[in-house]
């Protein structure tokens, strides 16, 4: 009996290896990866919002209000360097399809590149001593970090955009 089912078997197992089948991702991946991906991306979206602020009425501003502003800035990069680290852990946990492996390695790469901007950014705004020399520093020299880390948000951004394409997280987040 066992020697009428074992050219049906082979006839099926070989079958089934010559038809490779693609497995679409798992939704509630899908959904970890958004997830992630999005607050991310919020976080980052108040630090520009705060960067913006910081640069408002910039040369008129009063000392304690550049300060205050600046630390805004530190507290938000902050934030946004704890945010694309928990992104990172979960880029780095597993892939979310074959088709965005690339795209995932290119993003995470990316989001590397923006934790070391935003720790800089950490480093250089913190707005101590409170002193009205700090805040002509920081008045100095402020638009032009500003401006450094823009660019490495809008890097971030179009890796983010790439990357959300290829692994299909509906809807993908707006590109800049």
């Not at 989001?111 to 001593?129: G, K, S």
């Amino acid at each position: 009996m066992i020697a009428h089912w074992l050219p049906l078997w082979s006839a099926l197992s070989w079958q089934g290896a010559a038809l490779p089948v693609r497995q679409a991702p798992d939704s509630a991946l899908l959904r970890r990866f958004r997830e992630a991906v999005n607050a991310a991306s919020d976080t980052l979206d108040a630090l520009r919002g705060l960067t913006q602020a910081f640069r408002t009425d910039l040369p008129t501003a009063s000392p304690t209000l550049v300060l205050a502003r600046a630390t805004s800035v530190h507290d938000a990069c902050a934030s946004g360097a704890s945010a694309v680290r928990r992104l990172q852990g979960i880029l780095a946990a597993r892939t979310v399809s074959d088709a965005a492996a690339r795209s995932q390695a290119a993003f995470r790469t990316t989001a590397e590149e923006t934790v070391a901007a935003l720790d800089r950014c950490v480093r250089t705004w913190l707005p101590l001593p409170r002193t009205d020399e700090r805040s002509d520093s920081l008045r100095a020299w402020g638009p032009y970090r500003i401006a450094q880390l823009d660019q490495s948000l809008r890097r971030y951004d179009a890796a983010r955009f790439v990357f959300a394409k290829a692994a299909g997280l509906t809807p993908p987040p707006k590109n800049p």
